[in-house]
């Protein structure tokens, strides 16, 4: 191996910060949050639009809140492992 490589084998690295996770995490949230505002927003508006359908509006904003927490949620989990 040369120098260069050897050297670079032979260094650890650490990383003393913890309030990454928490930063990382606060972050991804926003994207989700955003999202579960404008379904529900939407499902709002086609219920008023709409009356009659109400219930498979409300079924369809729950799937999609549940698709977009999806996202939340591996943010979560990303942060705390790197």
Known sequence: MSYIAQTLADTTTTFEGSGFGA??????????GIG???VAGKAIEGIARQPELAGQIRTTMFLGIALSEALALIGIVVGFIF
Do not use: M, N, S
Not at 23 to 32: H, V
């Open 23 to 32: 930063i990382g995490y606060g972050l991804a949230a926003i994207g989700p």
């Open 36 to 38: 579960v505002g404008i």
